[in-house]
């Protein structure tokens, strides 16, 4: 087994920011190794320049996975059709307030959609479910065409009256992709090249396609009933290219991130238009814009905004931090894992920005803390790195069976962030330290943002 292909490394602005990278790779070599994961890869860029990316573990038997290795994105591609949209919208080309009829041939139903409404989830279209895999299944067919994929779903009723509700669809992103067509009577895919790969030079990213030979595409795993790692089934993503058909590198995800922390590759008001939260007609926020989902990073340091992916052979996601210029990108070819890959870039973001604030840092409040939450008692240890560990452990986290090792610790006055290796993956803790007492929400690693937190007291 290869566990890592040499890094490329670039522009890192100081020794602290260098210490960062040392840090990230220990934790996802760690991450790694106790999760299973055949491959992953990592980029993290910084006001639009790379800092850092590397694969570890293997792509394929016999190679290593890479920086440039393509992984398939599930969800996350979802973040590139609305790119092309809000080009178009930039442009004049297209209007995402007028019934989707204006360009593509779809049933009227029992109400009108809009191409805003699909981006965000508020168009009433059906997810796929159990019944669309059955007997060879939809994953089984190649579709010629756009329009032949929305025959799927295009007759089926509304889950909701478009704009009452949030309901999450990869296949409304099927119909995004009509739209585009019909907008500019370009095939989808070469619509895709023209207006995001090539102005951003992407060349990693491009259509998984079925039976056919994709330079630098990792194999695809699954994990097995008996938990063993087992290739994954084979699939054919043409129902979805728009939704969750693309391959890609965490190279070229963090460099698609970058472009939009600011104007150039959009304008100012459509990258606003992009992470805009929008609202259900009784004005309940979605926490979604135009595929992008919409937060605050953990310190709220800076507005954050994100996607992940889940699909046969691959897990993926990427962070941006809007008002820090940080991008992460995190990719695995196991299906579902980390669980919590959102919460494991964010744990990279976590690291990455103590360094940059080095000169703010004061010494860790060091020593053992009995802890209680709701869930009952647990304790945290903090120590002082072993300067000749290979891959120091700064403490531990144990509450009933769980003991998760910490990988990252720092302080900032009355603040302590830490990074937790749990099963779902990276895990970032924020604490308060007043002296006395340490106090904190542990946020459980299987998204971010999400409410589900652990709150946490107690003394030293």
Not at 56 to 66: L, N, W, Y
Not at 127 to 140: L, N, P, V
Not at 316 to 321: D, N, Q, R
Not at 434 to 447: I, N
Request: with cysteine; proline share 6%.
């Amino acid at each position: 087994m290869l566990y890592a292909l040499a890094p490329l490394v670039l522009a890192l602005p100081s020794p602290d920011v260098e210490a960062a990278v040392e840090a990230s790779r220990s934790a996802l070599e760690h991450l790694r190794a106790e999760l299973d994961v055949p491959g992953l890869a990592v980029a993290l860029a910084l006001d639009g320049e790379l800092l850092w990316t590397q694969g570890f573990g293997e792509a394929s038997e016999g190679v290593a996975a890479g920086p440039r290795t393509r992984f398939r994105l599930g969800s996350v591609s979802k973040l590139f059709t609305a790119a092309a949209a809000a080009r178009l919208v930039q442009r004049g080309d297209l209007d995402l307030d007028v019934p989707v009829q204006e360009y593509v041939d779809f049933p009227e139903g029992e109400a009108l959609i809009t191409t805003r409404q699909l981006l965000g989830h508020l168009g009433g279209i059906r997810h796929y479910g159990a019944k669309d895999f059955m007997g060879g299944g939809i994953d089984s067919v190649h579709f010629d065409s756009t329009q032949a994929a929305l025959t799927i779903f295009a007759d089926d009723p509304l889950v909701a009256t478009p704009g009452a509700r949030y309901a999450y669809t990869t296949f409304g992103y099927t119909l995004v992709a009509a739209v585009l067509e019909g907008a500019t009577e370009k095939p989808f895919l070469e619509l895709l090249q023209v207006e995001v790969f090539d102005p951003l030079g992407l060349d990693d990213l491009c259509a998984d396609r079925a039976g056919v030979e994709v330079e630098r595409r990792s194999s695809f795993f699954d994990r097995g009933h008996d938990g063993a790692i087992v290739p994954a089934r084979a699939i054919d993503p043409s129902y979805k290219w728009a939704g969750g058909g693309l391959l890609g590198s965490a190279h070229d995800l963090a460099l698609f991130g970058a472009a939009h922390v600011e104007p150039g590759f959009l304008d100012e008001e459509t990258l606003e238009l992009c992470f805009t939260p929008q609202a259900t007609s009784d004005g309940v926020s979605t926490g979604v814009g135009l595929g992008w989902r919409v937060g605050q990073e953990l310190g709220g340091r800076s507005r954050l905004v994100h996607h992940s992916g889940n699909i046969a052979g691959g897990r993926s996601t990427l962070v941006v931090y809007r008002d820090l210029g940080l991008v992460v990108a995190l990719v695995s070819n196991l299906r579902g894992v980390p669980g919590g890959i959102d919460a494991s870039a964010q744990a990279l973001g976590t690291i990455f920005l103590d360094a940059l604030e080095a000169e703010a840092q004061t010494p860790l409040p060091l020593g053992v803390f009995e802890l209680e939450t709701p869930e009952g008692s647990a304790r945290l240890t903090l120590e002082a790195p072993d300067e000749a560990a290979t891959h120091p452990l700064r403490g531990r986290w144990v509450a009933g069976d769980a003991r998760w090792p910490v990988l990252w610790a720092a302080a900032r006055g009355e603040v302590v962030e830490l990074v937790l290796a749990t099963p779902a993956g990276l895990c970032p803790l924020r604490a308060n330290w007043d002296g006395e007492q340490l106090s904190g929400r542990l946020r459980r690693a299987s998204s971010v943002p999400k409410p589900d937190e652990l709150e946490f007291v107690g003394r030293r």
